[in-house]
Protein backbone atom coordinates (compact mmCIF):
# COMPACT_ATOMS: atom_id res chain seq x y z
CA UNK A 1 0.00 0.00 0.00
CA UNK A 2 1.17 3.43 -0.42
CA UNK A 3 0.89 6.71 1.02
CA UNK A 4 1.02 10.50 0.10
CA UNK A 5 3.59 12.57 1.98
CA UNK A 6 5.24 15.96 1.76
CA UNK A 7 9.07 14.35 1.00
CA UNK A 8 12.07 16.57 1.22
CA UNK A 9 14.98 15.27 -0.81
CA UNK A 10 18.44 16.19 -0.91
CA UNK A 11 20.26 16.69 -4.19
CA UNK A 12 24.03 17.93 -3.86
CA UNK A 13 23.69 20.01 -0.51
CA UNK A 14 20.44 21.82 -1.84
CA UNK A 15 17.13 20.65 -0.65
CA UNK A 16 13.51 20.42 -2.49
CA UNK A 17 10.02 19.52 -1.23
CA UNK A 18 7.13 17.45 -3.42
CA UNK A 19 4.07 15.35 -2.93
CA UNK A 20 5.45 11.94 -3.19
CA UNK A 21 3.89 8.09 -2.79
CA UNK A 22 5.64 5.90 -0.35
CA UNK A 23 5.60 2.42 0.63
CA UNK A 24 3.55 1.98 4.12
CA UNK A 25 5.70 -0.42 5.99
CA UNK A 26 4.43 -2.57 8.72
CA UNK A 27 5.30 -1.21 12.35
CA UNK A 28 7.80 -2.92 14.03
CA UNK A 29 7.32 -4.74 17.90
CA UNK A 30 6.78 -2.12 20.26
CA UNK A 31 5.67 0.40 17.53
CA UNK A 32 2.34 1.80 16.28
CA UNK A 33 0.83 2.65 12.85
CA UNK A 34 -1.64 5.43 13.11
CA UNK A 35 -3.01 7.65 9.50
CA UNK A 36 -2.74 10.90 10.28
CA UNK A 37 -5.21 12.96 9.54
CA UNK A 38 -3.99 16.47 10.73
CA UNK A 39 -0.36 17.53 11.54
CA UNK A 40 0.59 21.32 12.37
CA UNK A 41 3.43 23.67 11.31
CA UNK A 42 5.99 24.35 13.68
CA UNK A 43 9.39 26.51 13.50
CA UNK A 44 11.46 23.34 14.10
CA UNK A 45 9.80 21.94 11.16
CA UNK A 46 10.68 24.67 8.66
CA UNK A 47 14.13 23.76 9.67
CA UNK A 48 13.72 19.90 8.92
CA UNK A 49 12.23 21.13 5.24
CA UNK A 50 14.70 23.40 4.38
CA UNK A 51 17.88 20.73 4.77
CA UNK A 52 18.82 21.49 9.01
CA UNK A 53 21.48 18.99 9.70
CA UNK A 54 20.92 19.88 13.07
CA UNK A 55 17.68 18.89 13.07
CA UNK A 56 17.67 16.35 10.53
CA UNK A 57 20.47 14.53 9.31
CA UNK A 58 19.81 12.48 6.79
CA UNK A 59 17.47 12.46 3.61
CA UNK A 60 14.52 12.18 2.01
CA UNK A 61 13.16 12.87 5.01
CA UNK A 62 9.25 13.51 5.67
CA UNK A 63 9.14 16.21 8.41
CA UNK A 64 6.48 16.90 10.77
CA UNK A 65 6.64 17.08 14.85
CA UNK A 66 3.32 17.03 15.40
CA UNK A 67 -0.09 14.30 14.43
CA UNK A 68 -3.19 13.23 15.27
CA UNK A 69 -5.05 10.39 13.80
CA UNK A 70 -6.45 7.06 14.38
CA UNK A 71 -4.41 3.73 15.35
CA UNK A 72 -4.24 1.74 12.31
CA UNK A 73 -1.85 -1.22 13.70
CA UNK A 74 -1.94 -1.22 17.39
CA UNK A 75 0.95 -4.09 17.57
CA UNK A 76 1.15 -3.33 20.96
CA UNK A 77 -0.85 -3.74 24.37
CA UNK A 78 -1.59 -0.20 24.91
CA UNK A 79 -3.63 0.86 22.00
CA UNK A 80 -6.72 -1.01 19.71
CA UNK A 81 -6.88 -0.21 16.25
CA UNK A 82 -9.63 2.98 15.83
CA UNK A 83 -8.20 4.70 18.56
CA UNK A 84 -7.97 8.89 18.50
CA UNK A 85 -4.25 9.39 19.13
CA UNK A 86 -1.71 12.44 19.43
CA UNK A 87 2.03 11.97 18.95
CA UNK A 88 4.28 15.12 19.73
CA UNK A 89 7.82 15.82 19.48
CA UNK A 90 10.23 13.05 20.73
CA UNK A 91 12.15 11.96 17.75
CA UNK A 92 9.24 12.06 15.14
CA UNK A 93 9.95 14.53 12.29
CA UNK A 94 13.65 14.73 13.30
CA UNK A 95 15.03 11.80 12.08
CA UNK A 96 11.81 9.41 12.41
CA UNK A 97 9.88 10.09 9.33
CA UNK A 98 6.66 12.48 10.43
CA UNK A 99 2.93 14.04 10.42
CA UNK A 100 3.26 15.41 6.93
CA UNK A 101 2.97 11.99 5.65
CA UNK A 102 -0.82 10.38 5.93
CA UNK A 103 0.91 7.55 8.35
CA UNK A 104 3.75 7.66 10.57
CA UNK A 105 5.01 4.63 12.56
CA UNK A 106 6.53 5.36 15.79
CA UNK A 107 6.76 3.82 19.28
CA UNK A 108 3.80 3.43 21.55
CA UNK A 109 5.42 5.30 24.46
CA UNK A 110 5.19 8.52 22.66
CA UNK A 111 1.39 8.23 22.05
CA UNK A 112 -1.05 10.07 23.99
CA UNK A 113 -4.83 8.65 23.69
CA UNK A 114 -6.38 11.91 22.86
CA UNK A 115 -9.07 13.70 25.02
CA UNK A 116 -12.46 13.38 23.68
CA UNK A 117 -13.87 16.93 24.13
CA UNK A 118 -10.87 17.90 21.89
CA UNK A 119 -11.04 17.55 17.90
CA UNK A 120 -8.68 16.99 15.90
CA UNK A 121 -8.24 20.00 14.49
CA UNK A 122 -8.49 21.71 17.87
CA UNK A 123 -5.35 19.22 18.82
CA UNK A 124 -2.68 20.68 15.96
CA UNK A 125 -3.75 24.23 16.48
CA UNK A 126 -2.53 23.50 19.93
CA UNK A 127 0.49 20.82 19.11
CA UNK A 128 4.03 21.37 20.17
CA UNK A 129 3.60 25.04 20.20
CA UNK A 130 0.79 24.97 22.49
CA UNK A 131 2.42 22.11 25.18
CA UNK A 132 5.26 24.29 25.08
CA UNK A 133 3.31 27.79 25.90
CA UNK A 134 1.91 25.79 28.44
CA UNK A 135 4.91 24.06 30.33
CA UNK A 136 5.97 27.81 29.93
CA UNK A 137 2.86 29.49 31.84
CA UNK A 138 3.46 26.12 33.92
CA UNK A 139 6.56 27.27 35.14
CA UNK A 140 5.67 31.17 35.34
CA UNK A 141 3.02 30.18 37.71
CA UNK A 142 5.22 28.67 40.01
CA UNK A 143 6.31 32.43 41.30
CA UNK A 144 5.31 36.22 41.09
CA UNK A 145 2.22 35.24 42.71
CA UNK A 146 2.04 38.65 44.62
CA UNK A 147 2.90 40.48 41.59
CA UNK A 148 0.48 42.72 39.68
CA UNK A 149 3.40 43.18 36.62
CA UNK A 150 2.25 42.10 33.67
CA UNK A 151 4.01 39.24 32.13
CA UNK A 152 6.31 39.61 29.20
CA UNK A 153 5.95 37.17 25.86
CA UNK A 154 8.28 37.65 23.26
CA UNK A 155 7.67 36.67 19.68
CA UNK A 156 3.95 37.02 20.83
CA UNK A 157 2.81 36.85 17.18
CA UNK A 158 4.33 33.37 16.15
CA UNK A 159 2.83 29.77 17.07
CA UNK A 160 3.92 29.54 20.61
CA UNK A 161 4.00 33.27 21.54
CA UNK A 162 0.18 33.51 20.68
CA UNK A 163 -0.86 31.02 22.49
CA UNK A 164 0.88 31.62 25.14
CA UNK A 165 -0.28 35.30 25.46
CA UNK A 166 -3.86 33.33 24.94
CA UNK A 167 -3.35 31.23 28.00
CA UNK A 168 -1.80 34.10 30.20
CA UNK A 169 -4.83 35.96 29.87
CA UNK A 170 -6.89 33.55 30.36
CA UNK A 171 -5.60 32.92 33.54
CA UNK A 172 -6.12 36.24 34.64
CA UNK A 173 -2.87 37.99 34.12
CA UNK A 174 -2.11 41.29 32.20
CA UNK A 175 -0.12 40.13 29.06
CA UNK A 176 2.45 42.55 27.16
CA UNK A 177 3.50 41.32 23.88
CA UNK A 178 6.98 41.99 22.26
CA UNK A 179 6.90 41.73 17.96
CA UNK A 180 8.30 42.81 15.02
CA UNK A 181 5.36 43.06 13.20
CA UNK A 182 3.12 46.71 13.58
CA UNK A 183 0.45 45.58 11.81
CA UNK A 184 -0.47 42.58 14.43
CA UNK A 185 -1.18 44.69 17.09
CA UNK A 186 -5.04 44.48 16.56
CA UNK A 187 -4.47 40.48 16.45
CA UNK A 188 -2.00 40.70 19.81
CA UNK A 189 -4.84 42.99 20.99
CA UNK A 190 -8.12 40.24 20.23
CA UNK A 191 -6.36 37.34 21.74
CA UNK A 192 -5.53 39.69 25.28
CA UNK A 193 -2.51 41.39 25.60
CA UNK A 194 -3.03 44.71 27.25
CA UNK A 195 0.22 46.56 26.07
CA UNK A 196 2.20 45.95 23.07
CA UNK A 197 6.03 46.27 22.61
CA UNK A 198 7.30 46.88 18.73
CA UNK A 199 10.90 45.13 18.48
CA UNK A 200 12.92 47.72 17.67
CA UNK A 201 11.54 50.14 19.94
CA UNK A 202 12.27 47.45 22.74
CA UNK A 203 16.33 47.38 21.40
CA UNK A 204 16.73 51.06 21.02
CA UNK A 205 18.33 51.03 24.75
CA UNK A 206 21.53 49.67 25.65
CA UNK A 207 21.05 46.67 28.43
CA UNK A 208 21.74 47.83 31.63
CA UNK A 209 22.54 44.78 34.68
CA UNK A 210 19.61 45.91 36.39
CA UNK A 211 16.72 47.92 35.06
CA UNK A 212 13.38 48.83 36.57
CA UNK A 213 11.41 45.92 37.13
CA UNK A 214 8.62 46.33 34.82
CA UNK A 215 7.99 42.40 34.36
CA UNK A 216 6.42 39.64 36.87
CA UNK A 217 7.79 37.20 34.38
CA UNK A 218 8.61 36.30 30.96
CA UNK A 219 7.68 33.67 28.56
CA UNK A 220 10.96 34.03 25.49
CA UNK A 221 10.05 32.38 22.36
CA UNK A 222 13.11 34.14 20.38
CA UNK A 223 16.62 34.28 22.62
CA UNK A 224 19.42 36.29 22.00
CA UNK A 225 19.43 39.82 22.26
CA UNK A 226 16.11 40.27 23.29
CA UNK A 227 16.09 37.13 26.23
CA UNK A 228 19.81 39.67 27.16
CA UNK A 229 17.43 42.60 27.51
CA UNK A 230 14.63 41.21 29.62
CA UNK A 231 16.54 39.38 32.33
CA UNK A 232 17.31 43.09 34.14
CA UNK A 233 13.53 43.85 33.76
CA UNK A 234 11.61 41.19 35.68
CA UNK A 235 10.27 41.78 39.06
CA UNK A 236 12.08 39.83 42.42
CA UNK A 237 11.50 36.51 41.99
CA UNK A 238 10.32 36.24 38.81
CA UNK A 239 10.61 33.75 36.49
CA UNK A 240 11.57 33.64 32.75
CA UNK A 241 10.80 30.70 30.78
CA UNK A 242 13.09 30.18 27.80
CA UNK A 243 12.03 28.05 25.19
CA UNK A 244 13.36 29.30 21.42
CA UNK A 245 16.06 30.37 19.75
CA UNK A 246 14.83 32.49 16.79
CA UNK A 247 17.22 35.86 17.46
CA UNK A 248 19.91 33.84 18.32
CA UNK A 249 21.16 30.88 20.61
CA UNK A 250 23.57 33.59 22.89
CA UNK A 251 22.84 35.09 26.54
CA UNK A 252 24.72 38.16 27.43
CA UNK A 253 23.83 38.96 31.08
CA UNK A 254 25.34 39.44 34.38
CA UNK A 255 24.92 37.53 37.82
CA UNK A 256 22.66 40.39 39.06
CA UNK A 257 19.08 39.35 38.27
CA UNK A 258 19.83 36.43 39.72
CA UNK A 259 21.43 37.49 43.07
CA UNK A 260 19.61 40.79 43.86
CA UNK A 261 16.54 39.72 42.43
CA UNK A 262 16.51 35.96 42.81
CA UNK A 263 15.56 35.31 38.92
CA UNK A 264 14.72 31.72 38.02
CA UNK A 265 15.70 31.63 34.14
CA UNK A 266 13.95 27.97 33.90
CA UNK A 267 14.45 26.21 30.27
CA UNK A 268 11.79 24.51 28.68
CA UNK A 269 12.20 21.15 26.57
CA UNK A 270 8.56 19.97 25.34
CA UNK A 271 9.93 17.40 22.52
CA UNK A 272 11.23 15.17 25.25
CA UNK A 273 9.14 15.86 27.66
CA UNK A 274 7.94 12.37 29.74
CA UNK A 275 4.55 11.06 28.32
CA UNK A 276 2.58 11.57 31.62
CA UNK A 277 3.23 15.58 31.46
CA UNK A 278 2.32 15.78 27.97
CA UNK A 279 -0.85 13.82 29.02
CA UNK A 280 -1.00 16.18 31.86
CA UNK A 281 -0.91 19.25 29.67
CA UNK A 282 -3.61 17.44 26.69
CA UNK A 283 -6.13 16.95 29.25
CA UNK A 284 -6.20 20.43 30.69
CA UNK A 285 -6.27 21.64 27.36
CA UNK A 286 -9.27 19.60 27.13
CA UNK A 287 -10.83 20.77 30.52
CA UNK A 288 -10.06 24.05 32.39
CA UNK A 289 -7.59 25.69 29.56
CA UNK A 290 -9.69 24.81 26.99
CA UNK A 291 -8.86 27.58 24.60
CA UNK A 292 -10.61 28.78 20.91
CA UNK A 293 -7.65 28.72 18.31
CA UNK A 294 -10.19 28.89 15.60
CA UNK A 295 -9.21 32.26 14.67
CA UNK A 296 -5.80 31.93 15.17
CA UNK A 297 -5.05 28.93 12.63
CA UNK A 298 -5.02 28.59 9.36
CA UNK A 299 -5.52 24.92 7.89
CA UNK A 300 -4.00 24.13 5.15
CA UNK A 301 -2.95 21.29 2.18
CA UNK A 302 0.39 19.64 1.54
CA UNK A 303 0.11 21.38 -1.58
CA UNK A 304 0.22 24.85 0.03
CA UNK A 305 2.76 23.74 2.79
CA UNK A 306 6.02 25.05 1.23
CA UNK A 307 4.45 28.84 1.47
CA UNK A 308 3.91 28.48 4.95
CA UNK A 309 6.91 26.78 5.46
CA UNK A 310 8.92 29.86 3.63
CA UNK A 311 6.69 32.36 5.61
CA UNK A 312 7.21 30.58 9.38
CA UNK A 313 11.65 30.81 8.22
CA UNK A 314 11.37 34.61 7.49
CA UNK A 315 9.73 34.93 11.11
CA UNK A 316 6.26 36.16 9.24
CA UNK A 317 3.73 33.55 10.43
CA UNK A 318 1.22 35.04 12.72
CA UNK A 319 -0.98 32.32 15.05
CA UNK A 320 -0.85 28.73 13.89
CA UNK A 321 -0.63 26.29 10.49
CA UNK A 322 -2.52 23.05 10.40
CA UNK A 323 -1.94 20.54 7.61
CA UNK A 324 -4.94 18.56 6.42
CA UNK A 325 -4.56 15.54 4.22
CA UNK A 326 -8.10 14.89 3.90
CA UNK A 327 -9.11 11.20 2.68
N1 LIG B 1 11.84 24.55 23.77
C1 LIG B 1 10.85 23.90 23.21
O1 LIG B 1 10.37 22.88 23.69
C2 LIG B 1 10.29 24.46 21.94
C3 LIG B 1 9.09 23.97 21.41
C4 LIG B 1 8.54 24.62 20.29
C5 LIG B 1 9.21 25.68 19.71
N2 LIG B 1 10.40 26.06 20.23
C6 LIG B 1 11.14 27.18 19.66
O2 LIG B 1 10.38 28.36 19.90
C7 LIG B 1 10.61 29.29 18.86
C8 LIG B 1 9.28 29.72 18.25
O3 LIG B 1 8.70 28.61 17.60
P1 LIG B 1 7.33 28.78 16.80
O4 LIG B 1 7.01 27.46 16.22
O5 LIG B 1 6.36 29.51 17.67
O6 LIG B 1 7.83 29.77 15.62
P2 LIG B 1 7.06 30.98 14.91
O7 LIG B 1 5.63 30.67 14.78
O8 LIG B 1 7.85 31.30 13.70
O9 LIG B 1 7.22 32.16 15.96
C9 LIG B 1 8.43 32.86 16.14
C10 LIG B 1 8.14 34.35 16.26
O10 LIG B 1 9.34 34.98 16.72
C11 LIG B 1 9.41 36.30 16.20
N3 LIG B 1 10.67 36.43 15.45
C12 LIG B 1 10.99 35.88 14.26
N4 LIG B 1 12.23 36.21 13.88
C13 LIG B 1 12.72 36.99 14.86
C14 LIG B 1 13.97 37.66 15.06
N5 LIG B 1 14.96 37.58 14.18
N6 LIG B 1 14.12 38.39 16.18
C15 LIG B 1 13.14 38.46 17.09
N7 LIG B 1 11.94 37.85 16.96
C16 LIG B 1 11.73 37.13 15.86
C17 LIG B 1 8.19 36.47 15.29
O11 LIG B 1 7.14 37.00 16.10
P3 LIG B 1 6.92 38.60 16.28
O12 LIG B 1 6.97 39.18 14.90
O13 LIG B 1 5.59 38.72 16.92
O14 LIG B 1 8.04 39.09 17.13
C18 LIG B 1 7.82 35.04 14.94
O15 LIG B 1 6.49 34.94 14.54
C19 LIG B 1 11.56 28.60 17.87
O16 LIG B 1 12.88 28.95 18.16
C20 LIG B 1 11.34 27.13 18.16
O17 LIG B 1 12.43 26.33 17.79
C21 LIG B 1 10.95 25.48 21.33
Not at 114 to 124: E, G, Q, T, W
Not at 231 to 258: K, M, S
Not at 280 to 303: G, H, P, Q, R, Y
Request: with cysteine; hydrophobic share 40%.
Amino acid sequence: MEYSAYYVEENEGSYSASISKLDLKKPQEGFVQIKVSHSSLNYKDALSASGNKGVTRNYPFVPGIDAVGKITDGNSSEFTDGEDVIVTGYDMGMNTPGGFGEFINVPAGWVVKKPVNLNNVDAMSIGTAGLTAAASVLKINESSKNSDLPVLVSGATGGVGSIAVMLISMLGKEVSALTGKSSSVDFLKSIGASNIIMRDNYLETDTKALEKASFSSAIDTVGGKILSKMLPQIAPHGVVACCGNVAGIEVNTTVFPFILRGLTLAGIDSAESPIEFKTSIWNKFADEWKLDLSSITKIVTKENLQEEIDLILKGGQQGRVVLEHGE
